[in-house]
T-cell receptor, first 113, second 111 residues
């Protein structure tokens, strides 16, 4: 049990197409994060939400990326006009309140052809 | 220069060996330090977290932080083939927002 489910687990798309990923927390979590991990690298922060408010965005989050968390529950990450450089694992993380530590979901692996 | 540096390995050890994994960091604002384990094509799994300097032990795992030298270590005792994975160190500042990760060290424990 990773605390969140992510859908789809793997997405293959052609360059120029739009893709949307979803992260569903299993229970209520105030803070929810998105990270991107490329091959051989550690995860890199993209953005995070406190309930429904998007509080911080990384410079990695270009204008082709948009994230939402309507009603403070599930979150979506959309990439428009995908490029081959977008190929990566996209990870969702939630925060355990008592320790303030982040736990990661299984990730969505994106392959852009 | 990355804020958190980690030797990518791979590190290969025989079963039962003591493993030492290390990271260095440059940002003095980091106060919280974590180690995650990641199996191939899976999300990172939290192993240990520590606040500021000191040691923390959990079973076969010991995390050590030396803020004076900006050095983070994870020791694994009695290593098992199931410990074969990529180990990621991460750090966070007092604002407790985004984690900054090292690039990960790939560990292989040979039976």
């Amino acid at each position: 049990d990773t605390g969140v489910s992510q859908d789809p687990r793997h997405k293959i798309t052609k360059r120029g197409q739009n893709v949307t990923f979803r992260c569903d927390p299993i229970s209520e979590h105030n803070r929810l994060y998105w990270y991107r991990q490329t091959l051989g690298q550690g995860p890199e922060f993209l953005t995070y939400f406190q309930n429904e408010a998007q509080l911080e965005k990384s410079r990695l989050l270009s204008d082709r990326f948009s994230a939402e968390r309507p009603k403070g529950s599930f979150s979506t990450l959309e990439i428009q006009r995908t490029e081959q450089g977008d190929s990566a694992m996209y990870l969702c993380a939630w925060v355990e309140a008592s320790t303030d530590t982040q736990y990661f979901g299984p990730g969505t692996r994106l392959t852009v052809l | 220069q990355k804020e958190v540096e980690q030797d990518p390995g791979p590190l290969s050890v025989p079963e039962g060996a003591i493993v030492s994994l290390n990271c260095t960091y440059s940002n003095s604002a980091f106060q919280y330090f974590m180690w995650y384990r990641q199996y191939s094509r899976k999300g990172p799994e939290l192993l240990m977290y520590t606040y500021s300097s000191g040691n923390k032990e959990d079973g076969r795992f010991t995390a050590q932080v030396d803020k004076s030298s900006k050095y983070i270590s994870l020791f694994i005792r009695d290593s098992q083939p199931s410990d074969s994975a990529t180990y990621l160190c991460a750090a966070e500042g007092t604002g407790r927002r985004a984690l900054t990760f090292g690039s990960g060290t790939r560990l292989q424990v040979q039976p």
